[in-house]
T-cell receptor, first 114, second 106 residues
Framework: EPEVTQTPSHQVTQMGQEVILRCVPI?????FYWYRQILGQKVEFLVS????????KSEIFDDQFSVERPDGSNFTLKIRSTKLEDSAMYFC????????????FGPGTRLTVL | KNEVEQSPQNLTAQEGEFITINCSYS?????LHWLQQHPGGGIVSLFM???GKKKHGRLIATINIQEKHSSLHITASHPRDSAVYIC????????FGTGTSLTVIP
């Protein structure tokens, strides 16, 4: 069964460093999403991406964040200069031809900023 | 301000019980999702609703657009149903509830 994969599963970084979180969505999906979940808190929407551009983004997704689909398979989230408060689980998801249709989630990347 | 409110926050049930989890939202939406988050953190989509009712196995989800309310029902609950159930709505962005933590005791 096709699935969304994410790498790495756990990333530890120093404050101020850049990190890139990687996702491989399901191959025939067209819409891609990033979410984050700070430990013990609710899931929060970051950004949706379609046709090589951002469709929607939340207030959290400021200039420190960027997304890219560098090739036909990967979808990345970059945080330019990490802060302590960026520590969270980051989930990638994808859906097929209808935006916000049933989404398939990856297993998440736990980001720890020291 | 919480655009999505869920109740109860925590729920413990005996195996076999009928369970209802409620979700109320305050924004205009185009769709509502029910998600399941396992103890290990993984998230699975259960339903996407824009109207009416959907059923999948022992799970039933309903939505009342006029009342801005949705319910997730689990019939004949089982310990493997123990998880956090999350309601999320698509308004001008995607808003999530804080989740309902369900524990089903054998």
């Amino acid at each position: 069964e096709p699935e969304v994969t994410q790498t790495p599963s756990h990333q530890v970084t120093q404050m101020g460093q850049e990190v890139i979180l990687r996702c491989v969505p399901i191959s025939n999906h067209l819409y891609f999403y990033w979410y984050r979940q700070i430990l013990g808190q609710k899931v929060e929407f970051l950004v949706s991406f379609y046709n090589n551009e951002i469709s929607e983004k939340s207030e959290i997704f400021d200039d420190q964040f960027s997304v890219e689909r560098p090739d036909g398979s990967n979808f990345t989230l970059k945080i330019r200069s990490t802060k302590l408060e960026d520590s969270a689980m980051y989930f990638c998801a994808s859906s097929d031809a209808v935006e916000y249709n049933e989404q398939f989630f990856g297993p998440g990347t736990r980001l720890t900023v020291l | 301000k919480n655009e999505v409110e869920q109740s109860p926050q925590n729920l413990t049930a005996q195996e076999g019980e009928f369970i209802t989890i409620n979700c109320s939202y305050s924004v205009g939406i185009s769709a509502l999702h029910w998600l399941q988050q396992h103890p290990g953190g993984g998230i699975v989509s259960l339903f996407m609703l824009s109207s009416g009712k959907k059923k999948h196995g022992r799970l039933i989800a309903t939505i009342n657009i006029q009342e801005k309310h949705s319910s997730l029902h689990i019939t004949a609950s089982h310990p493997r149903d123990s998880a956090v159930y999350i309601c999320a709505v698509k308004g001008n962005q995607f808003y999530f509830g804080t989740g309902t933590s369900l524990t089903v005791i054998p």
